[in-house]
Protein backbone atom coordinates (compact mmCIF):
# COMPACT_ATOMS: atom_id res chain seq x y z
CA UNK A 1 0.00 0.00 0.00
CA UNK A 2 1.46 3.55 -1.17
CA UNK A 3 2.09 5.67 1.42
CA UNK A 4 0.23 8.56 -1.21
CA UNK A 5 -2.97 9.88 0.21
CA UNK A 6 -4.95 12.30 -1.74
CA UNK A 7 -7.50 14.43 -0.01
CA UNK A 8 -10.38 15.48 -2.36
CA UNK A 9 -12.83 18.06 -0.60
CA UNK A 10 -16.66 19.42 -1.45
CA UNK A 11 -18.34 21.55 -0.22
CA UNK A 12 -15.89 23.49 1.70
CA UNK A 13 -18.70 26.19 0.89
CA UNK A 14 -21.89 24.92 1.80
CA UNK A 15 -23.78 26.42 -0.75
CA UNK A 16 -22.26 24.55 -3.10
CA UNK A 17 -24.00 21.54 -3.35
CA UNK A 18 -23.04 19.65 -6.84
CA UNK A 19 -19.83 18.20 -5.58
CA UNK A 20 -20.59 17.15 -2.16
CA UNK A 21 -23.87 15.27 -3.67
CA UNK A 22 -21.19 13.78 -6.16
CA UNK A 23 -19.17 12.64 -2.98
CA UNK A 24 -21.91 11.49 -1.23
CA UNK A 25 -23.32 9.28 -4.36
CA UNK A 26 -19.78 7.99 -4.05
CA UNK A 27 -19.95 6.56 -0.76
CA UNK A 28 -23.13 4.84 -1.43
CA UNK A 29 -21.69 3.62 -4.85
CA UNK A 30 -17.86 2.50 -4.75
CA UNK A 31 -17.94 2.12 -8.35
CA UNK A 32 -19.29 5.58 -9.55
CA UNK A 33 -15.56 6.67 -9.42
CA UNK A 34 -12.24 5.22 -11.03
CA UNK A 35 -9.44 5.95 -8.39
CA UNK A 36 -6.77 4.65 -10.85
CA UNK A 37 -5.78 2.56 -7.78
CA UNK A 38 -4.96 5.85 -5.99
CA UNK A 39 -5.76 5.86 -2.20
CA UNK A 40 -7.87 8.88 -1.27
CA UNK A 41 -9.88 10.42 1.46
CA UNK A 42 -13.28 12.49 0.63
CA UNK A 43 -14.52 14.82 3.38
CA UNK A 44 -16.84 17.27 3.59
CA UNK A 45 -15.19 20.50 3.88
CA UNK A 46 -17.95 22.67 5.71
CA UNK A 47 -20.56 20.09 6.48
CA UNK A 48 -22.78 22.37 9.11
CA UNK A 49 -23.03 25.12 6.21
CA UNK A 50 -23.38 22.13 3.77
CA UNK A 51 -26.61 20.94 6.11
CA UNK A 52 -28.04 24.42 6.14
CA UNK A 53 -26.91 25.16 2.53
CA UNK A 54 -25.32 28.37 3.76
CA UNK A 55 -21.56 29.32 2.29
CA UNK A 56 -20.65 29.44 5.60
CA UNK A 57 -21.88 30.53 9.35
CA UNK A 58 -19.64 32.37 11.02
CA UNK A 59 -16.97 32.93 8.33
CA UNK A 60 -15.63 31.94 4.92
CA UNK A 61 -13.65 28.38 5.30
CA UNK A 62 -11.95 28.94 2.46
CA UNK A 63 -10.19 31.90 3.91
CA UNK A 64 -9.76 30.21 7.77
CA UNK A 65 -6.72 28.53 7.02
CA UNK A 66 -4.35 31.24 8.36
CA UNK A 67 -2.41 29.09 10.85
CA UNK A 68 0.31 31.92 10.98
CA UNK A 69 -1.93 33.81 12.72
CA UNK A 70 -2.32 34.09 16.59
CA UNK A 71 -5.95 35.20 16.22
CA UNK A 72 -6.86 32.47 13.86
CA UNK A 73 -5.24 29.71 16.40
CA UNK A 74 -6.91 31.05 19.48
CA UNK A 75 -10.15 31.64 17.64
CA UNK A 76 -13.62 29.81 18.59
CA UNK A 77 -15.74 30.51 15.14
CA UNK A 78 -16.87 27.68 13.96
CA UNK A 79 -14.80 27.70 10.76
CA UNK A 80 -11.78 28.01 11.95
CA UNK A 81 -12.18 25.34 14.51
CA UNK A 82 -13.23 23.15 11.36
CA UNK A 83 -10.26 24.31 9.80
CA UNK A 84 -7.84 23.33 12.39
CA UNK A 85 -9.95 19.62 12.68
CA UNK A 86 -9.74 19.50 8.90
CA UNK A 87 -5.82 19.41 9.26
CA UNK A 88 -5.91 17.07 12.04
CA UNK A 89 -7.64 14.55 10.22
CA UNK A 90 -5.71 15.23 7.21
CA UNK A 91 -2.15 17.25 7.76
CA UNK A 92 1.23 16.24 7.97
CA UNK A 93 0.90 15.24 11.45
CA UNK A 94 -2.30 13.54 11.55
CA UNK A 95 -3.08 9.65 10.98
CA UNK A 96 -3.77 9.64 7.53
CA UNK A 97 -1.13 12.55 6.28
CA UNK A 98 -2.55 13.62 2.42
CA UNK A 99 0.29 15.04 0.38
CA UNK A 100 -2.20 16.32 -2.35
CA UNK A 101 -5.51 17.78 -2.30
CA UNK A 102 -8.07 18.81 -4.73
CA UNK A 103 -10.79 21.00 -3.46
CA UNK A 104 -13.95 20.90 -5.84
CA UNK A 105 -16.33 24.06 -5.94
CA UNK A 106 -18.86 25.44 -8.34
CA UNK A 107 -19.57 29.49 -9.16
CA UNK A 108 -22.26 31.09 -10.16
CA UNK A 109 -20.18 32.99 -12.81
CA UNK A 110 -19.95 31.59 -16.43
CA UNK A 111 -16.54 29.59 -15.62
CA UNK A 112 -17.26 26.61 -17.05
CA UNK A 113 -14.45 24.17 -15.24
CA UNK A 114 -11.35 25.64 -14.46
CA UNK A 115 -8.59 25.14 -12.16
CA UNK A 116 -7.60 27.47 -9.51
CA UNK A 117 -3.94 27.77 -8.18
CA UNK A 118 -2.68 29.74 -5.17
CA UNK A 119 1.16 31.46 -5.69
CA UNK A 120 3.86 29.03 -7.65
CA UNK A 121 4.30 26.36 -5.49
CA UNK A 122 5.92 24.04 -8.25
CA UNK A 123 4.03 21.18 -7.87
CA UNK A 124 0.87 22.75 -8.53
CA UNK A 125 1.79 24.00 -10.98
CA UNK A 126 3.02 20.71 -12.66
CA UNK A 127 -0.38 19.33 -11.46
CA UNK A 128 -1.97 21.91 -13.20
CA UNK A 129 0.14 21.60 -16.35
CA UNK A 130 -1.10 17.87 -16.54
CA UNK A 131 -4.67 18.63 -15.98
CA UNK A 132 -5.00 21.49 -18.75
CA UNK A 133 -2.81 19.22 -21.14
CA UNK A 134 -5.84 16.76 -20.70
CA UNK A 135 -8.61 19.02 -20.40
CA UNK A 136 -7.73 21.96 -22.02
CA UNK A 137 -8.89 24.07 -18.30
CA UNK A 138 -8.07 27.22 -17.95
CA UNK A 139 -5.84 27.99 -15.06
CA UNK A 140 -6.35 30.84 -12.95
CA UNK A 141 -3.36 31.86 -10.89
CA UNK A 142 -4.22 33.80 -7.50
CA UNK A 143 -1.54 35.79 -5.90
CA UNK A 144 -1.03 38.85 -4.76
CA UNK A 145 -3.91 39.53 -2.79
CA UNK A 146 -3.40 40.31 0.54
CA UNK A 147 -7.45 40.82 1.16
CA UNK A 148 -7.93 37.04 0.36
CA UNK A 149 -5.50 34.26 2.43
CA UNK A 150 -6.36 31.40 3.98
CA UNK A 151 -7.35 29.10 1.40
CA UNK A 152 -7.73 25.42 2.23
CA UNK A 153 -5.63 23.89 -0.59
CA UNK A 154 -2.04 25.97 0.64
CA UNK A 155 -2.67 23.92 4.11
CA UNK A 156 -1.10 20.97 2.22
CA UNK A 157 2.12 20.29 -0.11
CA UNK A 158 0.22 20.45 -3.09
CA UNK A 159 -3.47 21.50 -3.95
CA UNK A 160 -5.65 23.11 -6.48
CA UNK A 161 -9.39 24.04 -6.76
CA UNK A 162 -11.73 22.81 -9.29
CA UNK A 163 -13.87 25.37 -9.35
CA UNK A 164 -17.21 24.64 -12.29
CA UNK A 165 -19.74 26.68 -13.34
CA UNK A 166 -22.56 28.60 -14.06
CA UNK A 167 -24.80 26.69 -11.57
CA UNK A 168 -27.42 29.21 -8.62
CA UNK A 169 -26.45 28.66 -5.43
CA UNK A 170 -27.85 25.57 -3.81
CA UNK A 171 -29.14 23.43 -7.13
CA UNK A 172 -28.02 20.29 -8.37
CA UNK A 173 -27.31 20.53 -11.90
CA UNK A 174 -26.91 17.55 -14.42
CA UNK A 175 -23.88 18.99 -16.13
CA UNK A 176 -22.29 20.39 -13.15
CA UNK A 177 -22.18 17.22 -11.55
CA UNK A 178 -20.80 15.33 -14.97
CA UNK A 179 -18.31 18.40 -15.09
CA UNK A 180 -17.22 17.35 -11.61
CA UNK A 181 -16.75 13.72 -12.02
CA UNK A 182 -14.73 14.29 -15.32
CA UNK A 183 -12.51 16.58 -13.53
CA UNK A 184 -12.30 14.43 -10.43
CA UNK A 185 -11.61 11.17 -12.55
CA UNK A 186 -9.00 13.00 -14.43
CA UNK A 187 -7.21 14.57 -11.86
CA UNK A 188 -6.94 11.31 -10.23
CA UNK A 189 -5.44 9.51 -13.74
CA UNK A 190 -2.70 12.21 -13.76
CA UNK A 191 -1.62 11.98 -10.40
CA UNK A 192 -2.08 8.00 -10.95
CA UNK A 193 0.19 8.32 -14.08
CA UNK A 194 2.78 10.61 -12.02
CA UNK A 195 3.21 8.32 -9.51
CA UNK A 196 4.14 6.14 -12.04
CA UNK A 197 6.58 7.60 -13.82
CA UNK A 198 4.70 7.65 -16.90
CA UNK A 199 3.02 11.65 -17.06
CA UNK A 200 3.26 13.67 -20.05
CA UNK A 201 4.61 17.03 -19.23
CA UNK A 202 2.99 19.62 -21.62
CA UNK A 203 5.74 21.96 -22.79
CA UNK A 204 3.97 25.11 -21.62
CA UNK A 205 1.18 26.01 -19.55
CA UNK A 206 -1.23 28.81 -20.04
CA UNK A 207 -2.06 30.83 -17.18
CA UNK A 208 -4.47 33.95 -16.20
CA UNK A 209 -2.60 36.12 -13.82
CA UNK A 210 -4.75 37.68 -10.75
CA UNK A 211 -4.01 41.22 -11.70
CA UNK A 212 -6.70 42.74 -9.08
CA UNK A 213 -10.47 42.67 -8.79
CA UNK A 214 -12.93 45.43 -9.73
CA UNK A 215 -15.65 46.53 -6.96
CA UNK A 216 -18.79 47.54 -8.23
CA UNK A 217 -19.50 51.50 -8.69
CA UNK A 218 -20.99 52.89 -5.60
CA UNK A 219 -22.68 55.83 -4.34
CA UNK A 220 -22.21 57.89 -1.30
CA UNK A 221 -23.44 55.61 1.24
CA UNK A 222 -21.96 52.43 -0.57
CA UNK A 223 -24.53 51.12 -2.35
CA UNK A 224 -23.89 49.74 -5.48
CA UNK A 225 -25.23 51.81 -8.32
CA UNK A 226 -24.39 49.93 -11.79
CA UNK A 227 -24.14 46.43 -12.29
CA UNK A 228 -22.26 44.32 -15.01
CA UNK A 229 -23.11 45.42 -18.30
CA UNK A 230 -25.36 42.90 -20.38
CA UNK A 231 -22.41 42.89 -23.04
CA UNK A 232 -20.34 41.16 -20.54
CA UNK A 233 -22.52 39.15 -18.26
CA UNK A 234 -21.25 35.35 -18.99
CA UNK A 235 -17.87 36.67 -20.98
CA UNK A 236 -15.42 35.32 -18.01
CA UNK A 237 -12.08 33.87 -20.05
CA UNK A 238 -12.84 36.79 -23.35
CA UNK A 239 -10.04 39.26 -23.33
CA UNK A 240 -11.66 43.21 -22.55
CA UNK A 241 -10.65 45.82 -24.71
CA UNK A 242 -9.77 49.62 -24.24
CA UNK A 243 -13.88 50.78 -24.75
CA UNK A 244 -15.73 47.79 -23.77
CA UNK A 245 -18.47 48.10 -21.49
CA UNK A 246 -18.27 47.20 -17.88
CA UNK A 247 -21.26 48.81 -15.80
CA UNK A 248 -24.34 50.40 -16.36
CA UNK A 249 -26.13 52.56 -14.29
CA UNK A 250 -30.19 51.93 -13.91
CA UNK A 251 -30.63 55.51 -15.96
CA UNK A 252 -27.78 53.97 -18.74
CA UNK A 253 -24.78 55.39 -17.95
CA UNK A 254 -21.97 53.16 -18.94
CA UNK A 255 -18.27 52.93 -17.31
CA UNK A 256 -16.09 51.45 -19.72
CA UNK A 257 -12.71 49.78 -19.51
CA UNK A 258 -9.78 52.00 -20.45
CA UNK A 259 -6.67 50.55 -20.44
CA UNK A 260 -3.98 50.18 -22.79
CA UNK A 261 -3.15 46.46 -22.75
CA UNK A 262 -6.32 43.87 -22.66
CA UNK A 263 -7.45 41.52 -19.24
CA UNK A 264 -9.07 38.83 -19.21
CA UNK A 265 -11.84 38.97 -16.74
CA UNK A 266 -13.18 35.97 -14.34
CA UNK A 267 -15.85 35.39 -11.67
CA UNK A 268 -17.39 38.19 -13.66
CA UNK A 269 -21.01 38.74 -11.14
CA UNK A 270 -20.12 35.96 -8.38
CA UNK A 271 -23.16 35.71 -5.93
CA UNK A 272 -20.43 34.25 -3.34
CA UNK A 273 -18.30 37.64 -4.02
CA UNK A 274 -21.19 40.20 -3.39
CA UNK A 275 -20.44 40.35 -0.02
CA UNK A 276 -16.38 41.03 -0.46
CA UNK A 277 -16.93 43.61 -2.89
CA UNK A 278 -15.56 41.81 -6.02
CA UNK A 279 -17.72 42.86 -9.26
CA UNK A 280 -14.78 40.53 -11.24
CA UNK A 281 -10.82 39.55 -11.34
CA UNK A 282 -9.23 40.69 -14.15
CA UNK A 283 -6.12 38.72 -15.13
CA UNK A 284 -3.18 38.41 -17.62
CA UNK A 285 -3.38 35.41 -19.77
CA UNK A 286 0.64 34.67 -19.90
CA UNK A 287 1.85 31.29 -21.35
CA UNK A 288 5.03 30.07 -19.34
CA UNK A 289 7.57 27.47 -20.46
CA UNK A 290 7.15 24.09 -18.51
CA UNK A 291 9.56 23.48 -15.69
CA UNK A 292 11.25 20.45 -14.76
CA UNK A 293 11.55 21.94 -11.53
CA UNK A 294 7.70 21.63 -11.41
CA UNK A 295 7.43 18.01 -12.38
CA UNK A 296 10.72 16.85 -9.91
CA UNK A 297 8.52 18.44 -6.98
CA UNK A 298 5.37 16.97 -7.73
CA UNK A 299 7.27 13.49 -8.36
CA UNK A 300 9.14 14.08 -5.52
CA UNK A 301 6.32 14.32 -3.27
CA UNK A 302 4.38 11.17 -4.58
CA UNK A 303 6.65 9.05 -4.73
CA UNK A 304 6.51 5.91 -2.74
CA UNK B 1 -56.16 62.69 -5.48
CA UNK B 2 -57.53 59.20 -5.91
CA UNK B 3 -57.93 57.26 -3.39
CA UNK B 4 -56.68 53.98 -5.48
CA UNK B 5 -53.00 53.27 -4.38
CA UNK B 6 -50.82 50.47 -5.34
CA UNK B 7 -48.57 48.61 -3.41
CA UNK B 8 -45.19 47.25 -4.59
CA UNK B 9 -43.86 45.09 -3.03
CA UNK B 10 -39.76 43.88 -3.44
CA UNK B 11 -37.70 41.77 -1.31
CA UNK B 12 -40.05 39.42 -0.20
CA UNK B 13 -37.58 36.93 -0.71
CA UNK B 14 -34.33 38.45 0.75
CA UNK B 15 -32.19 36.83 -1.86
CA UNK B 16 -34.03 38.09 -4.57
CA UNK B 17 -32.02 41.09 -4.83
CA UNK B 18 -32.87 42.64 -8.49
CA UNK B 19 -36.06 44.51 -8.02
CA UNK B 20 -35.09 45.75 -4.56
CA UNK B 21 -32.23 47.40 -5.99
CA UNK B 22 -34.42 48.94 -8.58
CA UNK B 23 -36.57 50.09 -5.79
CA UNK B 24 -33.82 51.91 -4.48
CA UNK B 25 -32.59 53.47 -7.51
CA UNK B 26 -36.11 54.63 -8.27
CA UNK B 27 -35.95 56.57 -4.14
CA UNK B 28 -32.92 58.13 -5.73
CA UNK B 29 -34.05 58.74 -8.95
CA UNK B 30 -37.81 59.55 -8.86
CA UNK B 31 -37.71 59.78 -13.31
CA UNK B 32 -37.06 56.31 -13.35
CA UNK B 33 -40.30 54.46 -12.89
CA UNK B 34 -43.42 55.97 -15.08
CA UNK B 35 -46.10 55.48 -12.68
CA UNK B 36 -48.66 56.65 -15.25
CA UNK B 37 -49.92 59.14 -12.68
CA UNK B 38 -50.90 56.24 -9.88
CA UNK B 39 -50.54 56.92 -6.43
CA UNK B 40 -47.76 53.98 -5.45
CA UNK B 41 -46.59 53.10 -1.79
CA UNK B 42 -43.60 50.97 -2.40
CA UNK B 43 -41.75 48.54 0.19
CA UNK B 44 -38.75 45.91 0.96
CA UNK B 45 -41.01 43.18 1.52
CA UNK B 46 -38.05 41.72 4.44
CA UNK B 47 -35.76 44.46 4.78
CA UNK B 48 -33.74 42.04 7.51
CA UNK B 49 -33.64 39.07 4.86
CA UNK B 50 -32.31 41.55 2.43
CA UNK B 51 -29.95 42.88 4.47
CA UNK B 52 -28.53 39.46 4.66
CA UNK B 53 -29.31 38.21 1.55
CA UNK B 54 -31.30 35.26 2.29
CA UNK B 55 -34.35 33.99 1.77
CA UNK B 56 -35.68 34.95 5.25
CA UNK B 57 -34.98 34.70 8.24
CA UNK B 58 -37.12 32.58 10.27
CA UNK B 59 -39.47 31.47 7.91
CA UNK B 60 -40.97 32.13 4.35
CA UNK B 61 -43.18 35.47 4.38
CA UNK B 62 -44.31 34.67 1.39
CA UNK B 63 -46.22 31.98 3.46
CA UNK B 64 -46.81 34.13 6.60
CA UNK B 65 -49.90 35.63 5.30
CA UNK B 66 -52.37 33.56 7.59
CA UNK B 67 -54.06 35.60 9.28
CA UNK B 68 -57.07 32.91 10.10
CA UNK B 69 -55.06 30.65 12.03
CA UNK B 70 -54.24 31.13 16.22
CA UNK B 71 -50.64 30.68 15.79
CA UNK B 72 -49.92 32.90 13.08
CA UNK B 73 -51.81 35.50 15.21
CA UNK B 74 -49.54 35.13 17.90
CA UNK B 75 -46.59 33.68 16.99
CA UNK B 76 -43.37 35.85 17.24
CA UNK B 77 -41.50 34.37 14.20
CA UNK B 78 -39.75 37.84 12.58
CA UNK B 79 -42.07 37.10 9.78
CA UNK B 80 -45.12 36.54 11.07
CA UNK B 81 -44.41 39.96 12.90
CA UNK B 82 -43.58 41.73 9.42
CA UNK B 83 -46.88 39.79 7.89
CA UNK B 84 -48.88 41.81 10.38
CA UNK B 85 -46.58 44.83 10.32
CA UNK B 86 -46.94 45.41 6.37
CA UNK B 87 -51.22 45.04 7.03
CA UNK B 88 -50.94 47.54 9.07
CA UNK B 89 -49.13 50.12 7.16
CA UNK B 90 -50.67 49.10 4.02
CA UNK B 91 -53.57 46.92 4.57
CA UNK B 92 -57.84 47.92 4.67
CA UNK B 93 -57.46 49.36 8.18
CA UNK B 94 -54.47 51.49 7.44
CA UNK B 95 -53.84 55.06 7.19
CA UNK B 96 -52.51 54.05 3.10
CA UNK B 97 -54.94 51.42 2.71
CA UNK B 98 -53.75 50.02 -0.98
CA UNK B 99 -56.70 48.08 -3.19
CA UNK B 100 -53.94 46.51 -5.49
CA UNK B 101 -50.78 44.53 -5.29
CA UNK B 102 -47.75 43.58 -7.57
CA UNK B 103 -45.18 41.26 -5.74
CA UNK B 104 -41.69 41.19 -7.76
CA UNK B 105 -39.45 38.15 -7.36
CA UNK B 106 -37.07 36.45 -9.22
CA UNK B 107 -36.52 32.99 -9.71
CA UNK B 108 -33.35 30.84 -10.66
CA UNK B 109 -35.41 28.67 -13.16
CA UNK B 110 -35.64 29.47 -16.55
CA UNK B 111 -39.70 31.01 -15.91
CA UNK B 112 -37.91 34.26 -17.90
CA UNK B 113 -41.01 36.86 -17.08
CA UNK B 114 -44.24 35.48 -16.29
CA UNK B 115 -47.06 36.55 -13.57
CA UNK B 116 -48.53 33.64 -10.63
CA UNK B 117 -52.11 34.47 -9.30
CA UNK B 118 -53.39 33.02 -5.88
CA UNK B 119 -56.81 31.51 -6.75
CA UNK B 120 -59.28 32.70 -8.99
CA UNK B 121 -60.23 36.08 -7.64
CA UNK B 122 -62.02 37.55 -10.65
CA UNK B 123 -60.32 41.12 -10.58
CA UNK B 124 -57.09 39.04 -10.07
CA UNK B 125 -57.66 37.47 -13.35
CA UNK B 126 -58.86 40.84 -14.82
CA UNK B 127 -54.97 42.23 -14.64
CA UNK B 128 -53.25 39.43 -15.36
CA UNK B 129 -55.37 38.94 -18.73
CA UNK B 130 -54.45 42.66 -19.16
CA UNK B 131 -50.49 42.18 -18.77
CA UNK B 132 -50.49 38.98 -20.49
CA UNK B 133 -52.63 40.81 -23.51
CA UNK B 134 -49.49 43.73 -23.12
CA UNK B 135 -46.51 41.37 -22.70
CA UNK B 136 -47.49 38.21 -23.49
CA UNK B 137 -46.48 36.60 -20.27
CA UNK B 138 -47.31 32.98 -19.24
CA UNK B 139 -49.75 33.09 -16.10
CA UNK B 140 -49.11 30.67 -13.61
CA UNK B 141 -52.64 29.59 -11.40
CA UNK B 142 -51.48 28.07 -7.95
CA UNK B 143 -54.45 26.81 -6.46
CA UNK B 144 -55.09 23.77 -4.39
CA UNK B 145 -52.07 23.36 -2.67
CA UNK B 146 -52.96 22.89 0.69
CA UNK B 147 -49.28 22.61 1.95
CA UNK B 148 -48.26 25.96 0.48
CA UNK B 149 -50.64 28.83 1.63
CA UNK B 150 -50.64 32.36 3.02
CA UNK B 151 -48.78 34.39 0.26
CA UNK B 152 -48.50 38.21 0.30
CA UNK B 153 -50.61 39.66 -2.38
CA UNK B 154 -53.78 37.37 -0.74
CA UNK B 155 -53.91 39.93 1.61
CA UNK B 156 -54.69 42.58 -0.54
CA UNK B 157 -58.14 42.32 -2.31
CA UNK B 158 -56.58 41.96 -5.93
CA UNK B 159 -52.83 40.89 -6.35
CA UNK B 160 -50.64 39.56 -8.42
CA UNK B 161 -47.07 37.89 -8.33
CA UNK B 162 -44.48 38.83 -11.19
CA UNK B 163 -41.94 36.34 -11.71
CA UNK B 164 -38.63 36.92 -13.42
CA UNK B 165 -35.75 34.83 -14.05
CA UNK B 166 -32.84 32.87 -14.26
CA UNK B 167 -30.68 34.64 -12.24
CA UNK B 168 -28.63 32.99 -9.11
CA UNK B 169 -29.85 34.08 -5.86
CA UNK B 170 -27.75 36.99 -4.78
CA UNK B 171 -26.82 38.78 -7.53
CA UNK B 172 -27.95 42.32 -9.71
CA UNK B 173 -28.34 40.94 -12.89
CA UNK B 174 -28.70 43.49 -16.02
CA UNK B 175 -31.59 41.59 -18.14
CA UNK B 176 -33.72 40.66 -14.71
CA UNK B 177 -33.60 44.22 -13.77
CA UNK B 178 -34.51 45.77 -17.54
CA UNK B 179 -37.51 42.80 -17.70
CA UNK B 180 -38.49 43.85 -13.97
CA UNK B 181 -38.77 47.50 -14.81
CA UNK B 182 -41.04 46.51 -17.97
CA UNK B 183 -43.20 44.45 -16.19
CA UNK B 184 -43.47 47.34 -13.87
CA UNK B 185 -44.01 50.07 -15.70
CA UNK B 186 -46.68 47.95 -17.89
CA UNK B 187 -48.76 46.90 -15.19
CA UNK B 188 -49.30 50.38 -13.69
CA UNK B 189 -49.92 51.49 -17.13
CA UNK B 190 -52.43 49.00 -17.30
CA UNK B 191 -53.78 49.83 -14.46
CA UNK B 192 -53.91 53.45 -15.15
CA UNK B 193 -55.90 52.36 -18.19
CA UNK B 194 -58.56 50.07 -16.66
CA UNK B 195 -58.84 53.19 -13.63
CA UNK B 196 -60.59 55.10 -16.64
CA UNK B 197 -62.34 52.92 -18.22
CA UNK B 198 -59.66 52.52 -21.29
CA UNK B 199 -58.54 49.08 -20.84
CA UNK B 200 -59.13 46.72 -23.83
CA UNK B 201 -59.43 43.42 -22.36
CA UNK B 202 -58.61 40.40 -24.60
CA UNK B 203 -61.02 37.56 -25.66
CA UNK B 204 -59.12 35.02 -23.57
CA UNK B 205 -56.61 34.31 -20.28
CA UNK B 206 -54.48 31.40 -21.00
CA UNK B 207 -53.30 30.29 -17.41
CA UNK B 208 -51.26 27.03 -16.03
CA UNK B 209 -53.36 25.56 -13.90
CA UNK B 210 -51.56 24.23 -10.88
CA UNK B 211 -51.91 20.15 -10.62
CA UNK B 212 -49.21 19.54 -8.50
CA UNK B 213 -45.73 19.02 -7.37
CA UNK B 214 -42.99 16.34 -8.25
CA UNK B 215 -40.73 15.69 -5.19
CA UNK B 216 -36.52 14.66 -6.21
CA UNK B 217 -36.57 10.59 -6.49
CA UNK B 218 -35.15 10.04 -2.92
CA UNK B 219 -33.44 7.18 -1.33
CA UNK B 220 -34.50 5.66 2.55
CA UNK B 221 -32.76 8.03 3.82
CA UNK B 222 -34.72 10.68 2.39
CA UNK B 223 -31.42 12.15 0.45
CA UNK B 224 -31.83 13.15 -3.25
CA UNK B 225 -30.68 10.03 -5.57
CA UNK B 226 -31.63 11.72 -8.85
CA UNK B 227 -31.35 15.09 -10.29
CA UNK B 228 -32.93 16.62 -12.89
CA UNK B 229 -32.05 15.72 -16.70
CA UNK B 230 -30.15 17.65 -18.68
CA UNK B 231 -32.86 17.33 -20.75
CA UNK B 232 -35.62 18.99 -19.05
CA UNK B 233 -33.28 21.91 -17.25
CA UNK B 234 -34.02 25.09 -18.30
CA UNK B 235 -37.31 24.16 -20.05
CA UNK B 236 -40.24 25.32 -18.07
CA UNK B 237 -42.89 26.22 -20.11
CA UNK B 238 -42.39 23.12 -22.37
CA UNK B 239 -45.02 20.32 -22.22
CA UNK B 240 -43.47 17.24 -21.50
CA UNK B 241 -44.83 14.45 -23.31
CA UNK B 242 -45.37 10.46 -22.19
CA UNK B 243 -41.84 9.20 -22.15
CA UNK B 244 -39.94 12.59 -21.83
CA UNK B 245 -36.91 12.16 -19.07
CA UNK B 246 -37.34 13.57 -15.80
CA UNK B 247 -34.52 12.76 -13.61
CA UNK B 248 -31.19 10.93 -13.80
CA UNK B 249 -29.52 9.27 -11.01
CA UNK B 250 -25.20 9.50 -10.78
CA UNK B 251 -25.09 5.91 -11.94
CA UNK B 252 -27.51 6.95 -14.87
CA UNK B 253 -31.14 5.39 -13.88
CA UNK B 254 -33.65 7.31 -16.21
CA UNK B 255 -36.77 8.21 -14.62
CA UNK B 256 -39.48 9.19 -17.09
CA UNK B 257 -43.18 10.77 -17.00
CA UNK B 258 -45.48 8.65 -18.22
CA UNK B 259 -49.36 9.99 -18.01
CA UNK B 260 -51.60 10.51 -21.12
CA UNK B 261 -51.87 14.01 -20.96
CA UNK B 262 -49.06 16.62 -21.41
CA UNK B 263 -48.17 18.91 -18.72
CA UNK B 264 -46.43 22.02 -18.37
CA UNK B 265 -43.20 21.85 -16.03
CA UNK B 266 -42.68 24.80 -14.08
CA UNK B 267 -40.14 26.30 -11.50
CA UNK B 268 -37.74 23.34 -12.75
CA UNK B 269 -35.16 22.91 -10.29
CA UNK B 270 -35.90 26.25 -8.58
CA UNK B 271 -33.19 26.72 -5.75
CA UNK B 272 -35.76 27.88 -3.17
CA UNK B 273 -38.07 25.18 -3.21
CA UNK B 274 -34.96 22.38 -2.80
CA UNK B 275 -35.83 23.25 0.94
CA UNK B 276 -39.37 22.47 0.11
CA UNK B 277 -39.22 19.02 -1.64
CA UNK B 278 -40.15 20.50 -4.91
CA UNK B 279 -38.13 19.80 -8.15
CA UNK B 280 -40.83 20.95 -10.01
CA UNK B 281 -44.54 21.80 -10.60
CA UNK B 282 -46.44 20.42 -13.19
CA UNK B 283 -49.48 22.92 -14.69
CA UNK B 284 -52.29 21.89 -17.46
CA UNK B 285 -52.01 24.62 -19.58
CA UNK B 286 -55.96 25.78 -20.51
CA UNK B 287 -57.35 28.79 -22.07
CA UNK B 288 -60.17 30.56 -20.62
CA UNK B 289 -62.88 32.94 -21.90
CA UNK B 290 -62.56 36.42 -20.88
CA UNK B 291 -65.59 36.84 -18.43
CA UNK B 292 -67.47 40.13 -18.16
CA UNK B 293 -67.01 39.79 -14.25
CA UNK B 294 -63.22 40.02 -13.75
CA UNK B 295 -63.51 43.33 -15.76
CA UNK B 296 -66.33 44.25 -13.48
CA UNK B 297 -64.63 43.49 -10.30
CA UNK B 298 -60.64 44.84 -11.18
CA UNK B 299 -62.90 47.78 -12.03
CA UNK B 300 -65.03 48.34 -9.13
CA UNK B 301 -62.08 48.07 -6.53
CA UNK B 302 -59.92 50.91 -8.73
CA UNK B 303 -62.68 53.49 -9.28
CA UNK B 304 -62.35 56.78 -7.39
Not at 71 to 77: C, E, M, Y
Not at 94 to 107: K, N
Amino acid sequence: MSGLQVLLVAGTHGNEVNAPWLFEEWSKKPWLINTNGLSVCKVIGNPLAYKSCRRYLERDLNRSFLFGSCDAQSNKAYEFERARELLSLFGSSSDQPCQLCIDFHSTTAAMGSCLVVYGRRPADLALASLMQARLGLPVYLHEGDYSQTGFLVEAWPCGVVVEIGPVPQGILNAKIVEQTHIALEACLGEIAKARSRMSNFPKQLVIHRHLGSLDFPRDSEGKVESFIHSSLDGADWHPLCSGAPLFISSDGDVQRFYEDESVVPVFINEAAYMEKNIAMSLTKREVWPFSNKWSLALEDLIQD
